[in-house]
């Protein structure tokens, strides 16, 4: 079982920027890829970004050139620097962890945009 903590949420005016954090309690962390997810109200859950065990990254469209993730493997810790905030940006953002068959998710933290 992998316990997923996110943090870094909050308030944050258009044009601003947040760093989440998501700490992972899996020995293993270092095989695991790991993913953001976000929800706006009423909305499905969608894929932000994600990056593998080889480091390699990928983003959705709609944050690509404006959030970056990345991952310290010695402190069993993912991230996701938010620039250039807007109010579309508006949702939970889930903390993801895959792993073969196994799909682990954080509880979430509340990012919210506006001014």
């Known amino acids: 079982q992998v316990q997923l903590v996110e943090s870094g949420g909050g308030l944050v005016q258009p044009g601003g920027s947040l760093r989440l954090s998501c700490a992972a309690s899996?020995?293993?962390?270092?095989?695991?890829?790991m993913r953001w997810f976000r929800q706006a109200p009423g909305t499905q859950r969608e894929w932000v970004a994600s990056?593998?065990?080889?480091?390699?990254?990928n983003y959705a469209g709609s944050v690509k050139g404006r959030f970056t993730i990345s991952r310290d493997n010695a402190k069993n810790m993912v991230y996701l620097q938010m620039n250039n905030l807007n109010p579309e940006d508006t949702a939970v953002y889930y903390c993801?962890?895959?792993?073969?068959?196994?799909?682990?998710w954080g509880q979430g933290t509340q990012v919210t945009v506006s001014s």
């Open positions: 993801n962890a895959v792993l073969a068959s196994s799909i682990y």
């Open positions: 899996a020995s293993i962390f270092s095989r695991y890829i």
């Open positions: 990056i593998a065990s080889s480091d390699s990254t």
